[in-house]
């Protein structure tokens, strides 16, 4: 036997890695897994090339718990270590990485999170366990070797008795770290960070239910019997190629991503790309609520089918982390910071590609079945409005298949929109005015009449429309959009011919009197205008401006010059000065009849806008009783 003292010129570098590194100690089984999985596949490629003359077989990664002796067993069946290699890599190369980390994280560790990135995956063992000791035997015909250390810088190492080649690391848990003797806690970190690894890991057994034989009663039970827990599913979807799957392969695997999803993604999109950079993967669009927040953090990142996290902004294009889905590649630093990936090359790159990938799965789509993508383009517009307003090379792919509805259920790209509109919606300036509705229940009235005018009226509802029109107006020319209810149509598309008014100059500073004598809200402006003698008498619009920046406060971003109050409430009460109940308005002779009809009018416009509310509609009510007796 010998004893030694890791060569390492701080003595507390123990500590130092649980106290760095606590926040993160769950994730030593997941560092000593994937050292297992290695000794594995490296073992499976040297009796490939013939370098090892064993047999490969059928290997099997093992976690056992010792809960009386408090103990947790991880056993492999690969490449092993001889004695010289566990002197040189565990207490040489990992150590001058943990050296390493001390002299450039010691103030940020935490937040830089380094497990793994200086060869400190096998150090982790000691956040969660006060003694560990390696059992190794090479697969060279060497004897096996027996490691241990104590959590300080002293270790011994002596002859083994294993006789099996592979490596067995036996941690013995500290007090504080006694929930990892729990079985449901093991079995919680294995699914979440080991669910795909490429060798399969056996945690116990597990009691499995045979179908009955034919002359069984009914009330027999089931036979059963004991088979192997085998934790994780060693061949994922994203590891074979696209032309080896159907449909169902994807459905089943996007089932077990998300156990709980209950719904089938609309559509995938299967990533694979070995040049410039490694990248596999699958990706699914789920049908998306107008809730922005819901559908943060649902693609999982995978280095080598080990699982790193599911937060992946800064790798995926933000306006894509409402998909859901893998992304496994090797070319990702893992545990750095969030700046550092954002000014990597590699992640910028991959980020790009899985753009490209989408718009282009995107394009084909709707080139191939539009009538399909039609049906599907509420689900998943809100991911291609994001894209368009986060993302400029997305913008330009997806002009080609942006969809844009009417409130009749029609659909149009923008360029056949354009084409559509051309000859009617095009004002004296030459500019096209695009209508919309964002509630065609709430500005029916407004669509009907842009309808009877021979308009076409857009629905565009989504959370972040405001933004992307905002867009759009400033990257194609001479178009603008109008909210239907904005103004009056003939000012929202003003043509030549307008409408001469009834009233002579007089009678109209006479009518603006009365009505500000009667109005007490400040927040309308009055705006008399002359138009067609059928058209409604008194309208109330919102300027597009005004309510568009308030969407946009609504939604993030704009609007912020007024404070924390937000936008002001504006309306625009529009009078049509060639209608007969103003005419009868300004020619009544009591001023108390006038009055009623004023606030009649005004109630009824407000009524139309919904902005008639409390006792103000009471009032309007038992008004409108009392002038139908």
Same mark, same amino acid.
Request: no cysteine; glycine share 4%; net charge negative.
């Given at each position: 036997m010998a004893t030694g003292?890791?060569?390492?010129?701080?003595?507390?570098?123990?500590?130092?890695?649980?106290?760095?590194?606590?926040?993160? !100690?769950?994730?030593?089984?997941?560092?000593?897994?994937?050292?297992?999985?290695?000794?594995?596949?490296?073992?499976? !490629?040297? +009796?490939?090339?013939?370098?090892?003359?064993?047999?490969?077989?059928?290997?099997?990664?093992?976690?056992?718990?010792?809960?009386?002796g408090k103990k947790i067993h991880l056993i492999d069946q690969g490449i092993g270590m001889t004695e010289d290699e566990v002197k040189k890599y565990i207490n040489e190369v990992a150590f001058s990485g943990a050296e390493e980390f001390l002299n450039k994280y010691e103030d940020g560790a935490k937040d830089a999170g380094i497990i793994g990135h200086f060869g400190l995956g096998f150090y982790s063992s000691f956040m969660v366990a006060h003694t560990v000791e390696i059992i190794t035997k090479s697969f060279k015909d060497e004897p096996a070797v027996h490691w241990s250390c104590d959590g300080s810088p002293e270790f011994t190492i002596k002859k083994g008795k294993k006789e099996d080649r592979? =490596?067995?690391?036996?941690? !013995?848990?500290?007090?504080?770290?006694?929930?990892?003797?729990?079985?449901?806690?093991?079995?919680?970190?294995? =699914?979440?960070?080991?669910?795909?690894?490429?060798?399969?890991?056996?945690?116990?057994t597990k009691t499995e239910t045979l179908p009955k034989p034919e002359d069984a009663k009914e009330e027999d039970p089931a036979p059963t019997k004991e088979v192997d827990n085998i934790i994780n599913n060693p061949n994922p979807a994203w590891t074979k190629q696209p032309a080896d799957l159907e449909d169902a392969d994807y459905s089943g695997f996007y089932r077990e991503l998300y156990p709980m999803q209950f719904e089938e993604p609309l559509f995938h999109i299967h990533l694979n790309v070995?040049?410039?950079?490694?990248? +596999?993967?699958i990706l699914y669009f789920p049908?998306?609520?107008?809730?922005?927040?819901?559908?943060?953090?649902?693609?999982?990142?995978?280095?080598?089918?080990?699982?790193? +996290?599911?937060?992946?902004?800064?790798?995926?294009?933000?306006?894509?982390t409402m998909l859901r889905g893998v992304i496994d590649s090797p070319d990702i630093p893992l545990n750095v910071s969030r700046s550092y990936l954002q000014?990597?090359?590699?992640?910028?790159?991959?980020?790009?590609?899985? =753009?490209?990938?989408?718009?282009?799965?995107?394009?084909?789509?709707?080139?191939?079945?539009?009538?399909?993508?039609?049906?599907?383009?509420?689900?998943?517009?809100?991911?291609?409005?994001?894209?368009?307003?986060?993302?400029?090379?997305?913008?330009?792919?997806?002009?080609?298949?942006?969809?844009?509805? +009417?409130?009749?259920?029609?659909?149009? =790209?923008?360029?056949?929109?354009?084409?559509?509109?051309?000859?009617?919606?095009?004002?004296?300036?030459?500019?096209?005015?695009i209508l919309y509705a964002s509630d065609k229940d709430a500005q029916h009235s407004y669509i009907e009449a842009a309808k009877t005018k021979g308009y076409e009226v857009?629905?565009?509802?989504?959370?972040?429309?405001? !933004?992307?029109?905002?867009?759009?107006?400033?990257?194609?020319?001479?178009?603008?959009?109008?909210?239907?209810?904005?103004?009056?149509?003939?000012?929202?598309?003003?043509?030549?011919?307008t409408q001469i008014s009834k009233l002579s100059d007089e009678e109209k500073e006479k009518l603006k009197t009365n009505l500000e004598e009667v109005i007490s809200d400040k927040s309308f402006t009055v705006q008399l205008e002359a138009m067609d003698s059928s058209a409604s008498p008194f309208i109330i619009t919102e300027p597009e401006f005004m309510r568009r920046m308030k969407d946009m406060q609504r939604s993030g971003g704009g609007g912020g010059m007024f404070g924390m109050g937000g936008m002001p409430e504006m309306y625009n009460l529009i009078v049509n000065t060639n209608h007969e109940l103003v005419g009868e308005i300004l020619n009544t002779k009591t001023a108390k009849k006038r009055e009623r009809l004023i606030n009649q009018s005004i109630d009824l416009a407000r009524l139309s806008k919904g902005l008639l509310k409390g006792e103000e509609l009471t009032n309007f009510i038992k008004r409108s009783y009392e002038m139908v007796k």
């Open positions: 003292k890791i060569n390492v010129s701080v003595d507390n570098i123990f500590p130092l890695i649980k106290k760095f590194l606590y926040s993160d !100690h769950e994730i030593f089984l997941r560092e000593l897994i994937s050292n297992a999985t290695d000794a594995t596949l490296k073992l499976k !490629h040297l +009796t490939a090339i013939g370098e090892a003359k064993v047999e490969y077989g059928n290997p099997l990664i093992d976690i056992k718990i010792d809960k009386e592979g =490596t067995e690391i036996i941690l !013995h848990i500290a007090e504080d770290s006694i929930e990892f003797l729990e079985d449901s806690r093991i079995t919680e970190l294995l =699914t979440k960070y080991n669910k795909f690894m490429p060798i399969p890991i056996r945690f116990g070995d040049y410039p950079f490694n990248l +596999t993967g049908k998306l609520t107008n809730d922005l927040n819901v559908q943060k953090d649902k693609i999982q990142l995978y280095q080598n089918q080990v699982f790193v +996290t599911d937060n992946v902004e800064g790798i995926v294009p933000e306006f894509l000014a990597d090359g590699a992640v910028k790159k991959i980020s790009s590609y899985i =753009t490209r990938k989408v718009a282009d799965k995107l394009n084909s789509l709707f080139k191939n079945s539009r009538e399909d993508f039609e049906q599907k383009w509420n689900d998943i517009k809100i991911v291609i409005e994001y894209g368009m307003l986060s993302e400029d090379k997305f913008f330009e792919k997806a002009d080609k298949f942006a969809l844009y509805p +009417t409130v009749d259920g029609n659909y149009f =790209t923008f360029e056949e929109l354009q084409e559509k509109l051309k000859d009617t919606q095009t004002d004296k300036d030459e500019k096209l005015v857009l629905l565009m509802d989504s959370p972040i429309i405001s !933004h992307l029109m905002q867009k759009l107006e400033t990257s194609k020319e001479k178009i603008s959009f109008a909210r239907v209810d904005a103004d009056h149509l003939d000012n929202l598309i003003k043509k030549e011919d």
